[in-house]
């Protein structure tokens, strides 16, 4: 495998009825499609010959002692490695399923993919993957698994138990009940993080997943909602009325009361025309039209 930062191993160019490749002038022209995940970076081997070589610099190393995932992270980590950084398959885990093969767009990033690498994993640990989606991947790219190839501008590591205690606590939610805060959060992130087939690729995912990790009023109002003993009861995203040269969407959270079954709404628009996705409103109530 040929190192991960040239976009163009992956490349398949346009053919007709399985002709001669046509002339890059001669291409239709495709827009981009973006990848907004979350998940975890596994490193795997994507051949023999490059297994062998990690086993025999592992030999070298001071790895008496370590588990295998240790030694994989100090072998990695030193920078007199870094060659075999390059030569690993880098994939993309959601929920269990191998989604992506990540490769950096810049080759210099082949850093981040290391800095991944967990000396002890946790399950919940997760990854953040932005980028662009691209072909799949040649077989002989990861020891045969065909997977489609995020060639990524943005990646970092944290744990769910991290990025929860990183939420600011609402002004209006009192210290003593921070852990319910906290237990509601981690309920609204995880419901994110389960929706179906929610692999980061769609323009509602990829809202979603921004929110998620980046707009904590989703938490404070849900916290606000179980305290008025009403229940979230579902997350719709739609196109917004806003949409036009730019793509917006609406994600809604509906709340039902647990006494009287009225449904509340509140909404916050996005915008997800490019690569990285921004707030155009914040969250506020929504009334159907």
């Given at each position: 495998?040929?190192?991960?930062?040239?976009?163009?191993?992956?490349?398949?160019?346009?053919?007709?009825?399985?002709?001669?490749?046509?002339?890059?002038?001669?291409?239709?022209?495709?827009?981009?499609?973006?990848?907004?995940?979350?998940?975890?970076?596994?490193?795997?081997?994507?051949?023999?010959?490059?297994?062998?070589?990690?086993?025999?610099?592992?030999?070298?190393?001071?790895?008496?002692?370590?588990?295998?995932?240790?030694?994989?992270?100090?072998?990695?980590?030193?920078?007199?490695n870094?060659?075999?950084?390059?030569?690993?398959?880098w994939?993309?885990?959601?929920?269990?399923?191998?989604?992506?093969?990540?490769?950096?767009?810049?080759?210099?990033?082949?850093?981040?993919?290391?800095?991944?690498?967990?000396?002890?994993?946790?399950?919940?640990?997760?990854?953040?993957?932005?980028?662009?989606?691209?072909?799949?991947?040649?077989?002989?790219?990861?020891?045969?698994?065909?997977?489609?190839?995020?060639?990524?501008?943005?990646?970092?590591?944290?744990?769910?138990?991290?990025?929860?205690g990183a939420?600011?606590?609402?002004?209006?939610?009192?210290?003593?009940?921070?852990?319910?805060?906290?237990?509601?959060?981690?309920?609204l992130?995880?419901r994110?993080?389960?929706?179906?087939?929610?692999?980061?690729?769609?323009?509602?995912?990829?809202?979603?997943?921004y929110?998620?990790?980046?707009?904590?009023?989703?938490?404070?109002?849900?916290?606000?909602?179980?305290?008025?003993?009403?229940?979230?009861?579902?997350?719709?995203?739609?196109?917004?009325?806003?949409?036009?040269?730019?793509?917006?969407?609406?994600?809604?959270?509906?709340?039902?009361?647990?006494?009287?079954?009225?449904?509340?709404?509140?909404?916050?628009?996005?915008?997800?025309?490019?690569?990285?996705?921004?707030?155009?409103?914040?969250?506020?109530?929504?009334?159907?039209?």
């Amino acid at each position: 495998m040929e190192e991960t930062g040239t976009v163009q191993q992956f490349e398949q160019p346009f053919t007709e009825d399985g002709g001669q490749p046509l002339p890059a002038a001669e291409r239709p022209a495709r827009a981009p499609s973006f990848v907004y995940a979350l998940g975890q970076v596994e490193a795997r081997f994507p051949s023999v010959a490059v297994e062998k070589e990690f086993v025999q610099v592992t030999g070298r190393a001071d790895a008496g002692g370590l588990t295998d995932r240790e030694a994989l992270q100090t072998v990695l980590t030193d920078r007199a490695n870094r060659y075999l950084a390059r030569q690993l398959c880098w994939l993309f885990v959601i929920e269990g399923l191998e989604t992506y093969l990540l490769a950096p767009r810049d080759p210099a990033d082949v850093e981040l993919l290391v800095e991944a690498v967990r000396p002890r994993p946790d399950p919940s640990d997760l990854d953040v993957v932005i980028g662009v989606l691209g072909p799949l991947a040649p077989p002989q790219a990861c020891n045969g698994l065909v997977v489609p190839v995020v060639f990524f501008d943005q990646l970092y590591s944290f744990d769910r138990d991290a990025l929860l205690g990183a939420i600011p606590r609402p002004d209006d939610v009192p210290e003593e009940d921070d852990g319910r805060f906290r237990t509601t959060a981690a309920e609204l992130f995880d419901r994110i993080l389960q929706m179906a087939d929610n692999a980061g690729a769609t323009d509602e995912h990829r809202a979603l997943n921004y929110l998620a990790v980046r707009y904590p009023a989703i938490y404070a109002r849900t916290t606000a909602a179980h305290a008025g003993n009403a229940s979230l009861s579902a997350i719709d995203v739609r196109p917004s009325r806003l949409s036009g040269v730019r793509k917006i969407v609406d994600v809604i959270f509906s709340y039902n009361n647990r006494r009287t079954d009225v449904t509340d709404k509140y909404f916050v628009r996005v915008d997800v025309t490019e690569e990285f996705p921004f707030l155009v409103t914040k969250l506020s109530p929504y009334y159907e039209r």
